[in-house]
């Protein structure tokens, strides 16, 4: 992307209405724009971060065997009287009539329309497991949208539904689920602790939601300093196999929020161990049993022939919440850090003297060669200008070419999370991006 031609509109001042560091440095990054409270407009910068975002989220669902699925965001009110939860939800769930006074809503989850897509499939034992997923967009009407896209009211959330024979083989469903999460948000280059959680509306008795740490959160946070020192990216599971000890290794620990909060347990554990904090939640698993299953008529045929109502579970990941999350655990003073593999570029092309003939081709060169992975800054601006922007814009690498350099054809590369800069011929700075 040429910035001469761009849309990404920058801006250099604080925008007064935003609180936390992620909100102020997306609009001033020209990431998005608000629209209406809590909704927002994704400008191209923030629109690729969302979809790589997005795109970690569906490869790590496809490895653990979910299969992607796009039910729609309008759904009928039938379908959640049926749950019994059209009254439960409450104020959150955006009703609307269409033209035949037909009652919808806009979907704030889908748990019931997935059920009854499902029902109209499976028919016996052999039609589970499955575990089927999206990735669209929520309505909730938050009493306090704020925090820019971590608490929207339209959001876009990942959510995953597993059907299974028996309590045993859910269990499974939900350890997949359970460790395809940490690799997910590891790759993000983020720490997500899995916290034993409230079951709240959804019901059951088995969840965990997953939560990293930031002063800006909203929830209180209690947990062993050993969680935080695991890596999840240390093992890949076969995730046919065995998956408990896997799991073990993570719930051995403690961590819990401030709902599920054990006074003793927590004493008990040695004072250097005991990290409170603040947390976000990013993703959240539910395992519910029958509850949506029974109550919708789901059932299929077993091995010897009698009905099985399957156990289910939901799997949630809140996709455009992370954007926001990320930044808050990457993030100076000067702007955004991206983890590399969420950027929206991975290098910015400073041309610190547009319309001199050896930096412009020098930039050229190196522009063709990054493709769709960098931007060019080729604009007739000052080079503060430029370093600034790039460096409020968070590419993890900056490729800065002058005309001292250009001459002797070499590239000053910079990385934008340490501040290092090495000095390297143009093949070895785009070998280095790359
Ligand atoms: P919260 O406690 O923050 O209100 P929740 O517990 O109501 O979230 P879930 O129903 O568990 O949310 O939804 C799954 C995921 O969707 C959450 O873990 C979160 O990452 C995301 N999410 C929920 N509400 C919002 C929102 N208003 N804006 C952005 N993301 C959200
Ligand atoms: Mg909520
Ligand atoms: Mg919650
Ligand atoms: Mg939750």
């Not at 001042?13 to 440095?25: D, F």
């Not at 035949?100 to 589970?128: C, H, I």
């Not at 045929?301 to 930044?327: H, N, W």
Request: proline share 5%.
């Amino acid at each position: 992307m040429r910035l001469s031609r761009a849309f990404l509109p920058t801006l250099k001042e604080t925008p007064a209405e935003a609180q936390i560091a992620s909100h102020r440095l997306m609009l001033r990054a020209g990431m998005v724009r608000q629209t209406s409270a809590g909704i927002y407009a994704w400008l191209p910068a923030g629109l690729r971060v969302l979809q790589k975002v997005g795109q970690i989220v569906r490869e790590e669902q496809d490895r653990a065997g979910a299969q992607e699925i796009l039910m729609p965001t309008i759904q009928n009110a039938d379908l959640w009287r049926q749950s019994g939860r059209y009254e439960d939800y409450g104020e959150e769930m955006l009703r609307i009539k269409d033209r035949n006074q037909r009652e919808m809503l806009f979907g704030p989850t889908n748990e019931e329309m997935v059920t009854d897509l499902f029902k109209d499939y499976a028919k016996s034992y052999r039609d589970l497991p499955r575990n089927l997923y999206h990735i669209q967009w929520k309505f909730r009407d938050e009493r306090r949208p704020r925090f820019g896209v971590m608490r929207g009211r339209e959001f876009l959330m990942k959510d995953a539904y597993s059907f299974d024979v028996n309590p045993e083989a859910a269990q499974h469903s939900y350890r997949q689920m359970f460790l395809a999460y940490l690799r997910t948000f590891a790759r993000m280059g983020l720490k997500a602790i899995p916290m034993r959680a409230d079951t709240g509306p959804i019901g059951g008795n088995l969840s965990h939601e997953f939560i990293i740490l930031a002063e800006t959160g909203e929830s209180q946070v209690f947990v062993s300093q050993d969680l935080l020192d695991l890596d999840p990216l240390a093992d890949t599971p076969d995730f046919a196999g065995d998956l408990a000890p896997h799991v073990d290794r993570w719930t051995q620990h403690y961590a819990a929020t401030e709902e599920m909060h054990d006074e003793a347990a927590w004493s008990a554990l040695a004072e250097g161990k005991r990290v409170s904090a603040r947390g976000i939640e990013v993703g959240h698993i539910f395992y519910f049993g029958t509850k949506y299953s029974a109550s919708m008529g789901l059932t299929v045929q077993g091995a010897d022939g009698k009905p099985i109502t399957p156990e289910m579970g939901s799997y949630g990941i809140g996709v455009s919440r992370l954007v926001g999350a990320i930044i808050e655990a990457s993030h100076d003073e000067a702007g955004i850090i991206w983890p590399d593999a969420v950027a929206p570029f991975a290098a910015a092309i400073l041309n610190l003297k547009a319309g001199d003939a050896t930096c412009d081709a020098l930039c050229e060169q190196l522009y063709a060669a990054l493709g769709a992975e960098a931007v060019y800054d080729d604009r007739d601006a000052r080079p503060g200008q430029k370093f600034a922007e790039a460096d409020l814009c968070g590419y993890p690498w900056q490729a800065i070419i002058g005309p001292r350099g250009a001459a002797n054809g070499r590239v000053e590369l910079k990385r934008r999370a340490t501040g290092e800069r090495l000095d390297l011929s143009r093949e070895d700075a785009i070998a280095r991006i790359k």
